[in-house]
């Protein structure tokens, strides 16, 4: 039943105008509700009727009022535009709306305080983006040991998430810092500070010390000193400076600036730039122990890497070195070359393999190359030194370590031949490749050094007429695994025929033939490390009597392939 209400005044309930379709328990319903309700006129837009909790939500509100006009704009709005529902904030709460139609003749929105609800996706949201902010930098900052390109990952990760502009400042050095700046839309900048311009930021000093980070609200913005930022950056409204923890000492300092006054860093923003800075420092302080690393290793690599080969008159030497690991570029094999002194007028050769591979084996190869050195300043038969060399690796204290060496001392003869007194310790036989292209083995013995006190040496003396030469190698070569099932050696066979098809070769080719020869064996696949060490006697296309000492008309030559006499007739 409809009844046509008198206008009334309600606890709680105002109504003005004509009476509504609406009996008294509906009006004292919707006045109990607890949703916020106004009820409208559905032809007129006018407002007829707003119960206790509508009241509270929006007390400018009255009946009489026109919807599309009134003290809530976006009620207003929505009405205007026919939506059926808003959200918006009016005096610091969150409103949403929700229109139904009441009948024919009314329509009611219903209003819901949603403060709290967005509040906490407000949050929720808010520490997704931190969280996956933090993830990002963990995932950039983690990807490089480079300190020049974890520096640049700072900034820009800084001024995309935290501040309008980013600088980091490392620890002084000679009295100077270096520093790297990036303003958010522009490119990085670099240069270095001396360290008593470092106190004209406030905060920079105790973070550079390590201190605990000074909270933005105690930094005076209007302190920092123009050469700190570019000029067109403008009014720095807010400022921290922050600590970027290292390796047991600092890595540095992040400064964070933001534009325009009134600007603040929030305690939230405080700690996850203190979070971030922590990340950072991290990756930084990772970074600059790698170049220190680095840079250590290349002074000690440049040690123990091969020598360049002195080339004495009338002999050619060449080397070749591939440790297993290219990456790392030293080993366990090694050659050097000794020149002449006063108590040894001969050039000294050694080839040699150490037990094991990678750093540990370099430091014993260097210790090897330095014991010989010495050697050759005092004795001049190889294997005197091989003598000397076992008891000195004896007395040391890695026993369990051993060499297995070629050494040679090398003399000119008459003819254009070259004479090599050899001596090896358990190592490979030198090949010798004479002029008619045959592969011959260097009639020498020896056994291991650095495993028993006394051990047994062999040595022999060869000569290389013009174009023979002799190869030592080490076992790298002929244990190279590879060919058609990938696990088959190479073998002395093979570097014999390799060795044969380099008669008449200069020394330098016919190294570089057996390598890329063993190269395209193993095809890629795993080795060992491999090291060759040619010795040559240069080719004598045509000598003169006065070369050989032969006096001028005599019935002798020289037969420029072999060095021997022969009789030529007139």
């Not at 609800?117 to 520490?127: I, K, L, N, V, W």
């Not at 040690?303 to 002999?315: A, H, M």
Request: proline share 7%.
């Amino acid at each position: 039943m409809t009844a046509q209400l008198p206008i009334q005044q309600n606890t709680g309930t105002m109504a003005i105008g004509p009476p509504i379709p609406a009996p008294a328990l509906l009006r004292a319903a919707l006045d109990a509700s607890s949703e916020a309700i106004i009820l409208c006129a559905a032809d007129t837009d006018t407002v007829v009727l707003v119960n206790a909790a509508a009241a509270e939500l929006v007390p400018a509100l009255r009946p009489g009022d026109h919807a599309d006009d009134g003290p809530l704009p976006a009620l207003a709005r929505a009405t205007a535009e026919g939506a059926e529902t808003f959200t918006a904030e009016h005096e610091g709460r969150t409103l949403s709306g929700r229109r139904r139609p009441l009948g024919d003749d009314h329509y009611g929105w219903y209003l819901r305080d949603c403060t709290e609800e967005y509040r906490r996706s407000q949050a929720f949201d808010t520490e997704r983006a931190r969280t996956a902010f933090l993830a990002e930098a963990g995932r950039r900052l983690s990807a490089s040991l480079h300190q020049r390109r974890c520096l640049r990952t700072t900034i820009e990760l800084a001024t995309s998430h935290l501040a309008d502009a980013a600088i980091v400042v490392l620890p002084a050095a000679r009295r100077q810092s270096e520093w790297i700046r990036l303003v958010g839309g522009g490119t990085a900048d670099e240069g270095t500070l001396r360290e008593e311009l470092l106190g004209e930021v406030p905060g920079l000093e105790e973070a550079l010390a390590g201190f605990p980070p000074i909270p933005s609200r105690w930094l005076d913005a209007h302190q920092v000193p123009a050469w700190l930022l570019p000029e067109d950056f403008g009014e720095v409204g807010a400022l921290l400076v922050t600590p970027l923890p290292g390796n047991a000492e600092p890595a540095g300092a992040l400064i964070l600036a933001r534009r325009d006054h009134g600007t603040v860093f929030s305690p939230e923003d405080e700690m996850l730039a203190r979070i971030f800075a922590a990340r950072a420092g991290a990756a930084i302080s990772a970074a600059a122990l790698y170049r220190e690393q680095v840079d250590t290793a290349a002074i000690l690599q440049a040690d123990l890497l091969p020598p360049d080969l002195p080339q004495p008159e009338g002999i050619e030497l060449v080397g070749s070195y591939q440790a297993a690991r290219d990456a790392l570029r030293i080993g366990g094999d090694f050659y050097d070359v000794f020149e002449p002194t006063e108590r040894n007028p001969r050039t000294v050769v050694v080839l040699g393999d150490v037990c094991g591979k990678g750093p540990e084996a370099a430091v014993l190869t260097g210790k090897i190359r330095q014991t010989l050195r010495a050697l050759c300043l005092v004795e001049e038969d190889p294997a005197v030194m091989l003598k000397v060399l076992n008891r000195a690796l004896l007395g040391s204290s890695r026993q369990h370590r051993f060499v297995t060496l070629v050494l040679g001392a090398i003399s000119r003869a008459e003819h254009g031949r070259v004479r090599i007194d050899l001596a090896t310790g358990g190592h490979p036989v030198p090949l010798v490749l004479r002029t008619d292209g045959t592969v011959e083995q260097a009639p020498v013995k020896g056994t291991l050094v650095g495993v028993v006190p006394e051990i047994t040496v062999r040595p022999a003396t060869i000569e290389l007429a013009p174009s023979e030469m002799c190869l030592m190698y080490s076992d790298g070569l002929t244990e190279a695994r590879g060919g058609g099932s990938g696990h088959e050696q190479y073998g002395e066979a093979r570097l014999r025929d390799a060795l044969a098809s380099c008669r008449g070769m200069p020394a330098d080719a016919a190294v570089e033939r057996v390598r890329q020869l063993v190269s395209d064996w193993v095809h890629g696949g795993v080795r060992d490390d491999i090291a060759m060490l040619a010795v040559r006697a240069p080719a004598r296309t045509k000598l003169s009597l006065m070369d050989t000492g032969t006096p001028a008309g005599s019935p002798f030559a020289i037969d420029a392939r072999r060095g021997d006499r022969r009789y030529r007739s007139r």
